[in-house]
C-alpha cells in the first residue's frame, strides 16, 4: 500500500493561506431520519436571549472539526486507542514478521530498531497531520491504523488518508479490520468535518480489496505501477468512502450502536 506521508504531501499545498477550521455539519440525523444523534451536535445548547450557542458546545465542535482522536473508539470486538511509545516494541515485531512484510513495505525491506522509534516518533508529535491508532481485541493489540489528514487547510481538510494493518498473522480473517475501519469511517463521518476517506492498496491484495468493499469503500480507478515492492512495480486501487453515500448505506448497521 502507498505510505501516507507523500500522499499527505501531494494534498498539503506549500504556501498556501490556512483557512480556520469548519464547523463540521453532521449528516447523520438528516440522512437517518434522526434514529442517529451525533454526539457533538447533541450538545449543542442555545441561549434564548442572544441565540448564541454555548461555548462548551463551540469548544467541542472546533475539537471534532480538528479531528484529533479522542481517547478510545468503541469497536464492536475491538477498540481503537492512540498510538503510544509503549507500543514500539510489538510496532517493531509486527512490520518485521515475514507474514506481514510483503503487504506492508515489503519483505526486502526490513524495520530497523531505530527506525521503529522514529516510525512511532511520528504519529507522537503536536502536529495533527498523521496520527496512529492501535486496534486491541480484550486480549491483546493486534494491529493499527494510520491516519493522514491536514484539518485546518480550507482546501483540503475535508479529506482522510487511511492505512490499515493487522500485524498478528493469527488474528486474521475474524472481522477485526472490518470492525476497526466501520467504527473509524462512523466516526469520521459523524463527529469530524471529513466528507472524503480514502485508501490505495495494491490490486494484488485481493484480501483487502474484499475488505474494504465490504466496509464500504468503493473503487474509483487503477494507479498503475504506482508503488514499489520486493524488486517489482505495483499497481493500486483507488478507493473511498463519502460521507453522504456511506451513511445512506451503512447507516441502519449502526444507529444506535
Given amino acids: 500500500m502507498l505510505p501516507l506521508q507523500p500522499i499527505l504531501n501531494l494534498i498539503t499545498p506549500v504556501g498556501e493561506a490556512k483557512a480556520p477550521p469548519a464547523i463540521p455539519i453532521c449528516a447523520a440525523e438528516a440522512i437517518t431520519g434522526g434514529r442517529f444523534k451525533c454526539p457533538i451536535n447533541a450538545l449543542y445548547t442555545t441561549d434564548e436571549g442572544t441565540g448564541q450557542q454555548s461555548l462548551d458546545a463551540v469548544i467541542l465542535t472546533i475539537v471534532a472539526s480538528s479531528i484529533d482522536i479522542p481517547g478510545l473508539i468503541e469497536a464492536g470486538p475491538v477498540t481503537l486507542r492512540p498510538l503510544t511509545r509503549e507500543d514500539r516494541p510489538r510496532i517493531h515485531r509486527w512490520l518485521n514478521d515475514p507474514a506481514v512484510m510483503p503487504f506492508w513495505s515489503g519483505s526486502d525491506r526490513p524495520l530497523s530498531e531505530t527506525e521503529s522509534v522514529e516510525w512511532v516518533g511520528r504519529f507522537l508529535g503536536k502536529s495533527m497531520a498523521l496520527r496512529c491508532l492501535v ?3 480484550p486480549e491483546r493489540p493486534v494491529g493499527f491504523i494510520e491516519l493522514a489528514r491536514n484539518p485546518d487547510d480550507h482546501n483540503y481538510g475535508h479529506l482522510a488518508g487511511i492505512d490499515i494493518c493487522i500485524g498478528e498473522p493469527s488474528e486474521w480473517e475474524r472481522g477485526y479490520g472490518s470492525a476497526a475501519l ?5 466516526w469520521l463521518f459523524t ?7 480514502f485508501l490505495q492498496p495494491r490490486a494484488s491484495n485481493e484480501r483487502a480489496l474484499r475488505v474494504y468493499e465490504k466496509v464500504g469503500f468503493r473503487r474509483e480507478g487503477v494507479l498503475r505501477r504506482a508503488d514499489y515492492g520486493d524488486g517489482v512495480y ?24
Avoid at 191 to 197: E, S, V
Fill in 191 to 197: 463527529c469530524a468535518d471529513i466528507q472524503r476517506a
Fill in 135 to 137: 486496534i486491541e481485541t
Fill in 182 to 186: 466501520t467504527a473509524l469511517l462512523r
Fill in 234 to 257: 505495483h499497481d493500486v486501487v483507488m478507493m473511498a468512502a463519502l460521507r453522504d453515500e456511506w451513511l445512506a448505506d451503512f447507516g441502519d448497521a449502526w444507529v444506535g450502536a
